[in-house]
């Protein structure tokens, strides 16, 4: 996982996402922020979308009943890294 990603996300993200209270998340997934996506900064692996939309979800039961629409940003190469990808996402 990519800990500054992580880490930045607990410290600052995640708690403002939980004050904020939302009742229903809506989801623009991309991946961009891969490390074998040649935009990539982030340099993100599967196991970072896994976490993240983890703590969305949880985030979603909290305050939400579960309410979480997710939608695919834009089209992904055709390989094997893009279909582990999309598991990792949507897997929650």
């Known amino acids: 996982m990519a800990g500054s990603f ?3 996300s607990k410290k600052h993200w995640l708690p403002a996402l939980g004050r904020f209270k939302p009742e229903m998340i809506f989801i623009s997934a991309g991946f961009d922020a891969h490390r074998d996506d040649d935009m990539a900064s982030l340099s993100l692996v599967e196991s970072d979308y896994a976490w993240v939309t983890g ?4 985030i979603a039961e909290q305050h939400g009943k579960g309410r979480i629409v997710s939608t695919l940003e834009r089209r992904l190469r055709i390989d094997r890294a893009g279909t582990q990808r999309r598991r990792a996402c949507f897997a929650c």
């Open 55 to 58: 703590r969305i979800k949880e």
């Open 6 to 8: 992580a880490k930045r």
